[in-house]
Nanobody, 115 residues
Framework: QVQLVESGGGLVQPGGSLRLSCAAS????????MGWYRQAPGKQRESVAF???????NYAESVKGRFTISRDNAKNTVYLEMNSLKPEDTAVYYC?????????WGQGTQVTVSS
């Protein structure tokens, strides 16, 4: 069974930065991609950024140029560096791992951007 543990959320002022981490443990069969979704109050969950097995990346238009996703294969950990944060980035951020057999979700970490 694969487990995802997120960390790094918190309260930050507009224009500030945060780094989220998602550590995967367990047996992962044929990883396809790993990354982040977010869900703001009253809104649907949306894709933020993903990194693929071949190191390709994909970003939502709303975060391009501000967020960077990266991966440490030795630690089975994915990072989301978030810069120039805006109030509209406020949401619960969820880590997601997609493998050939199954998809896994983390428990979520709150990011609040407010002055």
């Amino acid at each position: 069974q694969v487990q995802l543990v997120e960390s790094g959320g918190g309260l930050v002022q507009p224009g500030g930065s945060l780094r989220l981490s998602c550590a995967a443990s367990g047996s992962i069969f044929e990883l396809i991609r790993m990354g982040w979704y977010r869900q703001a109050p009253g809104k649907q969950r949306e894709s933020v950024a993903f990194i693929y097995r071949g190191d390709g990346t994909n970003y939502a238009e709303s975060v391009k140029g501000r967020f960077t996703i990266s991966r440490d294969n030795a630690k089975n950990t994915v990072y989301l560096e978030m810069n120039s944060l805006k109030p509209e980035d406020t949401a619960v951020y969820y880590c997601k791992l997609v493998s050939r057999l199954k998809e896994y979700w983390g428990q979520g970490t709150q990011v609040t951007v407010s002055s």
